[in-house]
């Protein structure tokens, strides 16, 4: 035997109401129009048609829950509905995060909405053929004759509002029929006007969404805009970052360009100080050399002078002035006597302060000496040692 209850998703608790609830949601989704006609969503359907008709029916569930005895209660508990949160990715915006959470609730619904849509294709097939069995049976009751109409019309009466019952026996078979005719009626604009219900609710529920949806979508385009805003200000910040950095690096080149420029001309500038006085130090060591030097002869020619100066004394007024044994004439000091001819080209020395190896007169610019034999005189000595006469 069938669990009914595990077939419908109800527990064994569940009212008339539940009942029917569970099996128009449970129609809806294994129709066989829904799922391609398949033979399984046939034989799913026939079962759920059976589980209904056997609990909206309380003498037939009562004797079914006598019989069947369902293993565990913990099966037939209604499952629950989805309520899976939307997990957002970290350094997500709080709005964000907000609008997706929304649209995944929303999306969430779609399944029941499209359902719903089902249910009430469904609901109206039904309130079509209902209405259609309501036609068919009021023009049959129109064929009746007037008096027949108002028998039947006051035993409804009787029987609804009074409580009044009509025996059974063949004279009120008729009206028995009859009867169950008008109740036939009854039931179907009842079922008539319920299903109608149904599908006013579900028509609210669908235009709900609908609104939600356009709602939704115009957040997201919200949220787009605002996302595209953002990016291009994140953009432009990248940009006014870069060429900051560029004109940074550039300036900053500009700098170590300068800095090595003016490294350079510093060294230039040392390196022609210390060429300057490396010069300067030359110059004042020449000058120390050559200073040395003019005091080295200086002090030479004093030595030999003072080694061969004569004895002699000034002349007196009454003294001749003829040249005799024991008064000699006063010259210079004798050269030593060489073989040397003089006849070369005398060299121009330059000199700070020298005397004349003959004539002994100082001589402060230049000397002359002679390549062959080394002997400095003036140009006058020079002259009359080569023996050529001075121009006038």
Known sequence: MEDYYEI?????????????????????????????????????????????????????????????KPPTASMHKPT??????????????????????????HDLQTASIQTKRGTIYILEGWIS????????????????????????????????LMGRTIPKNGDNSQDEMDLKML???????????????????????????EREEVIRAKEKEELEAKKGRK????????EAEESAKQRAGEEAEKRRKAAAEQKEKEEAEARKREEQIKAEQAKLYAQKQAQQAQEDSRRKFDEQRASNRPSWRPLRAHQPTHTTKSNPPLTAPKQPATTCAHRMFWNKIPTAWERCTCCCRPLKSFILEC????????????????GVRAKK
């Open 80 to 105: 629950p509905k989805n309520t899976a949160r939307y997990a957002a990715p970290e350094g997500t915006p709080r709005e964000e995060a907000e609008f997706y959470e929304r649209w995944h609730q």
């Open 231 to 238: 990016a291009e200000e994140e953009q432009k910040a990248r």
């Open 129 to 160: 053929s209902h209405q259609k069995c309501v036609t068919r049976l009021e023009e049959q009751i129109n064929m009746w004759d007037p008096i027949r109409r108002e028998r039947v019309l006051m035993l409804w009466m009787e029987t609804t």
């Open 371 to 386: 390549p062959g034999c080394r002997k400095r005189a003036c140009a006058d000595c020079k002259n009359n040692i080569k």
């Open 183 to 209: 109740a036939r009626i009854t039931r179907l604009r009842a079922n008539i006007e319920e299903f109608r219900q149904d599908v006013r609710k579900a028509d609210d529920l669908i235009d709900e969404w």
């Open 8 to 68: 419908l998703g109800i527990p064994k608790s569940a009212t008339a109401e539940h009942v029917r609830t569970a099996w128009r949601a449970k129609a809806l989704a294994n129709h066989p129009d829904k799922n391609g006609g398949t033979v399984a969503s046939k034989e799913r359907f026939q079962k759920i048609q059976a589980a209904y008709e056997c609990l909206s029916n309380p003498p037939r569930r009562a004797q079914y829950d006598s019989i069947y």
